[in-house]
């Protein structure tokens, strides 16, 4: 069992930026890409970022590429996720989710079997 713990949402003014943390309880053989996720109200949950603790691969969401910045640091089991030039439609929970997604499907939710609780990102107009 990994749980997972989400910080750093809050209310931004648009243009503005955040970082979000995720401390990982264990990186284990079957939980090696951090993922960031977000739903919307209303909305179906979306990828947004993934990283693999090994290599560091990234992969990005089109909508966030150029904006968002995915890093990682193994000592301390904890990835982040600087945002910036955070516009109205970055308005989410964003969760934090681990898991061994292969190659080419770090954006699919069923790639990943523990998330967090979720944090609250807000973005003013």
């Known amino acids: 069992q990994v749980q997972l713990v989400e910080s750093g949402g809050g209310l931004v003014q648009a243009g503005g930026s955040l970082r979000l943390s995720c401390v990982a309880s264990?990186?284990?053989?079957?939980?090696?890409?951090m993922g960031w996720f977000r739903q919307a109200q209303g909305k179906e949950r979306e990828f947004v970022s993934s990283i693999r603790w090994t290599g560091g691969n990234t992969n990005y969401a089109g909508s966030v590429k150029g904006r968002f910045s995915i890093s990682k640091d193994n000592a301390k089991n904890t990835v982040y996720l600087q945002m910036s030039s955070l516009k109205p439609e970055d308005t989410a929970v964003y969760y934090c989710?681990?898991?061994?997604?292969?190659?080419?499907?770090?954006?699919?939710?069923?790639?990943?079997?523990?998330w967090g609780q979720g944090t609250q990102v807000t973005v003013s107009s």
């Open positions: 264990a990186r284990t053989d079957s939980t090696y890409v």
């Open positions: 989710a681990t898991g061994s997604p292969p190659y080419g499907w770090e954006n699919s939710e069923s790639s990943y079997a523990y």
